[in-house]
C-alpha cells in the first residue's frame, strides 16, 4: 500500500456510513475486499482537504455529535490517544488531525453510540428489526472515531420535529461528490420541516437542491433518522429511506414554475406536524402527492389543474381565500404558473 494512500477499516455497522462519506467528497478513493475485512483506501492529501471542509462546517454547528455518559469518556480517551485535548472542540480536532497509519491498525475502543445505533436491541433498520442477536461485539480503532464525526458532519441534514415533544436528527448519505455538500450548506437553518410523507420530502428537497445549484441531476440520497443521544440514552436509530432526486430535477421547470416558491410551501406545510388546520395540512399532503405523481409522469397536467381549480371556485367567495385558506391558495397560483409556463 502507498505511503500517500490512508486505509481505514470497515466494521458493517452504521458508523461506516460515515467513513464512505468523508471517502466520497475526498474522490479520489476505492473500496478493497480482502480475507481480513474490507477495507477503504483514500488518497491521503484528498483526505485532509475533506477533514479542512468537516472543521469548517463544525465550527459553525450548535453541537456537533450529541454524546451520553459513555460516549463523552469514549470520545475523550480517543482525543487523548491521538495527543488532543479532551476539552478541544471537534472542529479544532478536525482541522488538526493527521491521520497516521497506526491510527487505523487496533481496535482498541468501543464504537460510541452515534457508530452503532442499528445493534441497540429496540433500534430499527430499514427491512430488519433490531434485536438482541444483532448485537455485535466490535471494538474501532481511533482513526476510525475522527473520520467517522467528519462523516457525520458532512452528512448531517439537520433536524426535524416529529411529535409535540420529539426532534430528531436527520443525515443523508450520497455516492456524489460535493452535490450533498452543496446542498447541506444551502439548509442555512439546519431545520427541515418534516420527514413524512416522503414524496413532500423530496419535492422539498429537490428544490432546496435547486435553490443551492446543485450541478447533477442523478442524485439519490439516503436518509436516515437518528434519535440524539442525551443523557444516559445512547442515540438510536429510527429509521431510513431512499429519496431519488433524479427525476425531479431534470424538471426543475416544473417545481418552479416562473420562479414560484409556492411549492415549496405545500411541501413545508405537508411535512410540519404544527400545521394542522391552519394551514390546511390534509390538503397539502394531497395536492404535493399529486404533484409527486404528475413530475413523475404517472399523473396528467389536468389532474392537478382540476384539484386546484375546484378548490379555489368552491372557496372564491371568501374575501380572505388565501387567508383563511393558506394551502388551496398557494396550489392554485401553483397550478396557475404551471398552466401558463406550459403554454
Not at 470520545?75 to 497506526?102: C, H, I, M, R, T
Not at 464525526?149 to 461528490?177: C, I, K, M, P
Not at 404528475?294 to 374575501?319: C, F, P, Q, T, W
Request: aromatic share 10%; net charge positive.
Amino acid at each position: 500500500m502507498s505511503s500517500d494512500v490512508v486505509r481505514v477499516p470497515l466494521y458493517g455497522i452504521f458508523g461506516d456510513n460515515f467513513i464512505r462519506q468523508v471517502a466520497v467528497e475526498a474522490g479520489n478513493y476505492r473500496e478493497v475486499p480482502t480475507t481480513r475485512g474490507t477495507f477503504i483506501e483514500v488518497d491521503r492529501n484528498s483526505l485532509l482537504n475533506v477533514l479542512k471542509v468537516a472543521s469548517s462546517r463544525a465550527k459553525n454547528m450548535v453541537k456537533v455529535i450529541p454524546m451520553n455518559g459513555n460516549d463523552q469518556k469514549t470520545y475523550g480517551n480517543v482525543l487523548k490517544v491521538l495527543g488532543f485535548n479532551q476539552a478541544d472542540p471537534a472542529w479544532k480536532v478536525l482541522d488538526s488531525y493527521v491521520p497516521e497509519d497506526n491510527h487505523f491498525t487496533r481496535g482498541d475502543f468501543t464504537p460510541i453510540s452515534f457508530l452503532k445505533p442499528d445493534l441497540y436491541e429496540y433500534a430499527r433498520l430499514p427491512g430488519r428489526l433490531g434485536n438482541a442477536h444483532t448485537r455485535k461485539i466490535i471494538n474501532v480503532p481511533p482513526g476510525y472515531v475522527i473520520l467517522a464525526v467528519a462523516g457525520w458532519v458532512l452528512s448531517r441534514l439537520g433536524s426535524a420535529q416529529v411529535s409535540d415533544r420529539e426532534w430528531v436528527g436527520v443525515h443523508a448519505f450520497s455516492n456524489v461528490r460535493s452535490a450533498l455538500q452543496t446542498l447541506i450548506d444551502h439548509l442555512i437553518t439546519k431545520r427541515i420541516p418534516g420527514i413524512k410523507p416522503e414524496t413532500a420530502l423530496s419535492l422539498w428537497l429537490a428544490i432546496k437542491a435547486i435553490e443551492a445549484n446543485v450541478s447533477v441531476d442523478n442524485l439519490i440520497l439516503e436518509i436516515y433518522v437518528v434519535s440524539d443521544a442525551f443523557g444516559k440514552k445512547p442515540t438510536e436509530l429510527k429509521g431510513g429511506f431512499s429519496v431519488d432526486l433524479s427525476r425531479l430535477l431534470s424538471r426543475k421547470e416544473l417545481l418552479t414554475p416562473n420562479g414560484s416558491t409556492y411549492l415549496e410551501q405545500l411541501a413545508s406545510m405537508a411535512l410540519s406536524i404544527n400545521c394542522g388546520q391552519t394551514c390546511e395540512r390534509d390538503f397539502a399532503i394531497r395536492f404535493t402527492n399529486l404533484v409527486y405523481e404528475y413530475v413523475n409522469g404517472s399523473r396528467r397536467l389536468e389532474d392537478l389543474l382540476y384539484l386546484a381549480y375546484r378548490e379555489y371556485i368552491v372557496n372564491m367567495k371568501s374575501s380572505d381565500f388565501c387567508k383563511n385558506n393558506p394551502a388551496r391558495c398557494y396550489a392554485y397560483r401553483y397550478a396557475e404558473g404551471l398552466r401558463r409556463s406550459s403554454g
